[in-house]
C-alpha cells in the first residue's frame, strides 16, 4: 500500500517536472531593469517553453524572453528581443554605455535583448549580441498580483 502510494507521489513529481521543463511554468519575477513592464519583486508570470522548444526561430522583436544570463550562466534573464539576426542595431541609443553612433550586425543565430529600464539593465548593450541556444521561453502572462493580470502580446507592429 504505501509502495504503491510513493510510485504515484514519485510518478505525479515527474510529470509536474517535465511539465515545468518543457511546456511552460510560473515563474517569479525580480529586479529593476524590467520596469515598467514588471514590478521590481512580487510578481508571477507564466513562462511559455514549448514554443522556444518548438522554434527556436520564432522570436520576434518586441518579444519578452527568458534566457540564461551570457556572464551568469547560473541566473535566467528576462530581457526583450531588440534585434534578430541580420538586423543593424544601435548598440546604445541612450548614450549611457556606448556612443549612440555606434551599430552592429546581429550574427545568425543570435538576438539583440534590452532591458525596458535602460538605466537600471545589464542587456546586450554590456555582453553584445546573445546566442539563441541560451532562450528558455517566452513571457505569456503575469498572474500575479490579480490586480495586475496581464496578457501580454508583442506590441511591434512597425520598425523604423
Do not use: Q
Request: proline share 8%.
Amino acid at each position: 500500500m504505501a509502495g504503491g502510494i510513493a510510485l504515484k507521489l514519485v510518478s505525479f513529481a515527474c510529470a509536474v517536472h517535465l511539465f515545468a521543463e518543457y511546456i511552460g511554468t510560473p515563474s517569479n519575477m525580480s529586479g529593476v531593469s524590467m520596469l515598467p513592464t514588471f514590478a521590481g519583486s512580487g510578481e508571477i508570470v507564466i513562462e511559455d517553453r514549448l514554443s522556444i522548444r518548438l522554434s527556436p526561430t520564432g522570436v520576434a522583436r518586441g518579444d519578452l524572453v527568458t534566457l540564461r544570463s551570457p556572464i551568469e550562466p547560473s541566473r535566467i534573464i528576462c530581457k526583450r528581443v531588440i534585434g534578430l539576426p541580420g538586423d543593424i542595431i544601435c548598440v546604445d541609443p541612450t548614450g549611457l554605455k556606448a556612443p549612440s553612433t555606434e551599430h552592429v550586425i546581429v550574427p545568425e543565430g543570435h538576438i539583440w535583448i534590452s532591458g525596458d529600464n535602460a538605466a537600471c539593465s545589464r542587456d546586450s548593450r554590456d555582453y553584445g549580441p546573445v546566442s539563441m541556444s541560451l532562450l528558455r521561453g517566452k513571457i505569456r502572462a503575469r498572474i500575479w498580483p490579480p490586480s495586475e493580470f496581464t496578457i501580454f502580446r508583442n506590441p511591434t507592429t512597425y520598425i523604423d
